[in-house]
């Protein structure tokens, strides 16, 4: 089958990056901006709140490796899809928990995924289905990030660490060969 595509608003992309990048089958994960009204927003448009934008990845799968399904068991599990414009200490809309689907399929699944998430999490995820939408990526920067800013940067060792940690345990199964340890 041929590659696919995904995209997820989990909070903060950096975090969400850096999970699954590390996931079989994906074949590439590009951080970014998506759901607004800016053409072309910048990263400081996007933090102010006022764009509409989600700060989301878009993740190039083999769907032979790994399905569409798992990947929004990853993403549900790696994130809290029960704060509203949330994800810890990052507050905004550009901080939603949202599922942006690229075709009917996915759309379906989504819904399947947060039914599956709402029974885990006793009915209060707030994860919305979102677009259409036109995706902007982000600035060089801010691509592959936590690789780059891991043992400088005081968010990747506070925050993303130990999610990439949650999720190398709970998902050993879908890890890449030689997927990273954070420090």
């Not at 068991?73 to 690229?102: E, K, M, V, W």
């Not at 819904?111 to 995706?135: L, M, Q």
């Not at 600035?139 to 999720?167: G, T, W």
Request: charged letters at 25%; glycine letters at 8%; a negative charge.
């Amino acid at each position: 089958m041929a590659e696919q595509q995904a995209i997820f608003a989990g909070g903060c992309f950096w975090c969400t990056e850096a999970v699954f990048l590390d996931v079989i089958g994906v074949r590439a994960v590009e951080s970014g901006y998506i759901g607004g009204t800016v053409i072309n927003p910048s990263y400081r448009e996007v933090c102010g709140g006022d764009t509409g934008h989600a700060e989301a990845v878009r993740l190039t799968f083999d769907p032979d490796v790994i399905a569409y399904d798992d990947l929004l068991d990853i993403f549900f599990a790696t994130h809290d899809p029960t704060q509203l414009n949330r994800q810890g200490n990052d507050i905004g809309t550009q901080y939603r928990s949202a599922i942006f689907p690229l075709s009917d399929d996915q759309r379906a699944a989504a819904e399947a995924g947060i039914a599956r998430a709402n029974a885990a999490h006793d009915g209060k995820v707030v994860t919305t289905i979102e677009g259409p939408a036109t995706w902007y990526p982000a600035e060089a920067y801010h691509q592959d990030y936590y690789d780059q800013n891991k043992d400088s940067n005081p968010y990747c060792m506070a925050v993303i660490d130990p999610k990439l940690r949650k999720f190398r345990k709970s998902f050993a199964d879908k890890l890449k060969d030689g997927a990273r340890q954070p420090s």
